[in-house]
Nanobody, 124 residues
Framework: QVDVAESGGDSVPAGGSLRLSCTAS?????AGWFRQAPGKEREEREA??????????FYADSVKGRFAITQDNAEDTVYLQMNSLKPEDTGMYYC??????????????????WGQGTQVTVSS
């Protein structure tokens, strides 16, 4: 069992920054962030970034160079630093964890445990 909880969502203007936090305590080999845009269904969540316990990172093309995923293993916490935010980054951001096959990190099915989400709104 892995308990997952996110925080840090807010409303910011375009070009701004936010840092999301996720505590994911329990057995896992990695954790990541997905986002669900307004009007999209759960199954349409987009993989944003994932980090393995050994430090390997994975990013969606849409956020490379703007977002950074890091972790503090001692605290079982994963962070998503989001810079140069755009209106299209708006959505509910979910942290997810589990025993991930990293070659398929963008697939929701790789993540067993999910948080409740934290809202990010970027205004133009």
């Amino acid at each position: 069992q892995v308990d997952v909880a996110e925080s840090g969502g807010d409303s910011v203007p375009a070009g701004g920054s936010l840092r999301l936090s996720c505590t994911a305590s329990g057995y896992r080999n990695g954790a990541g962030w997905f986002r669900q845009a307004p009007g999209k269904e759960r199954e349409e969540r987009e993989a944003v970034a994932t980090i393995a316990k050994d430090g390997r990172t994975f990013y969606a093309d849409s956020v490379k160079g703007r977002f950074a995923i890091t972790q503090d293993n001692a605290e079982d916490t994963v962070y998503l630093q989001m810079n140069s935010l755009k209106p299209e980054d708006t959505g509910m951001y979910y942290c997810a964890a589990g025993f991930i096959l990293f070659s398929e990190w963008t697939s929701m099915s790789q993540y067993t445990y999910w948080g409740q989400g934290t809202q990010v709104t970027v205004s133009s």
